[in-house]
């Protein structure tokens, strides 16, 4: 069965500090990757999606970065973290079209 | 520009109660909707897939209609427990493997 781990589940990082959200899928090949952000009391925001290695979309300019090093993973990134960048992040990969699975995110607090 | 909405944006409901989620698109030229369920603090679980091709899917208590023609899906939640209190959340997928869009999700409180 298919399974998606993300890691770590907290992080607190003072502001400037680089970051690195990992995300990793097994038990399938070639799955369309995304990294969502959800602030606190909105609604959630598609960052970047990967439909194959090295294959990167970005929806909205901002201070984050993503990589896909391997098919199965997906990384979340920044050289320099800001305030605004606090947040719960989410994780989720899809078979082309059968749905999404989430991982089970990553609360991100800048200080 | 496809934009999904979710009506109403909290519900209390007492237990035991049949009660029933909206969720309204614009275009309805959809590859498929899915509901999905979030815990305070959680990752969201999905509930339910309909592709554009079916009417409506059920698991259990639970059972999600799609109406492509009128841009609206219903979530049926038949009698309502305590542990269903979450946020609700719908999303559209528009071709195979583009990214899905959201609706803003209900806050469901189930009333002991």
């Known amino acids: 069965s298919q399974t998606i781990h993300q890691w770590p589940a907290t992080l607190v990082q003072p502001v400037g500090s680089p970051l690195s959200l990992e995300c990793t899928v097994e038990?399938?090949?070639?799955?369309?990757l995304y990294w969502y952000r959800q602030a606190a009391g909105r609604g959630l925001q598609l960052l970047f999606y990967?439909?194959?290695?090295?294959?990167i979309s970005s929806e909205v300019p901002q201070n984050l970065s993503a990589s896909r090093p391997q098919d199965r993973q997906f990384i979340l990134s920044s050289k320099k973290l800001l305030l605004s960048d606090s947040g719960f992040y989410l994780c989720?990969?899809?078979?082309?079209?059968?749905?999404?699975?989430f991982g089970s995110g990553t609360r991100l607090t800048v200080v | 520009k496809q934009e999904v909405t979710q009506i109403p944006a909290a519900l209390s409901v007492p237990e035991g109660e049949n009660l029933v989620l909206n969720c309204s698109f614009t275009?309805?030229?959809?590859?498929?909707l899915q509901w999905f369920r979030q815990d305070p603090g959680k990752g969201l679980t999905s509930l339910l897939l309909?592709?554009?091709?079916?009417r409506e899917q059920t698991s259990g208590r639970l059972n999600a209609s799609l109406d492509k023609s009128s841009g609206r899906s219903t979530l049926y939640i038949a009698a309502s427990q305590p542990g269903d209190s979450a946020t609700y959340l719908c999303?559209?997928?528009?071709?195979?493997?583009?990214?899905?869009?959201f609706g803003k999700g209900t806050r469901l409180h189930i009333l002991p």
């Open positions: 989720a990969w899809s078979p082309q079209g059968r749905g999404y699975t």
């Open positions: 038990g399938t090949s070639n799955p369309n």
């Open positions: 990967s439909v194959g290695i090295g294959q």
């Open positions: 275009d309805s030229a959809i590859y498929n």
């Open positions: 309909i592709q554009s091709s079916q």
């Open positions: 999303a559209v997928g528009m071709n195979r493997d583009d990214k899905i869009i």
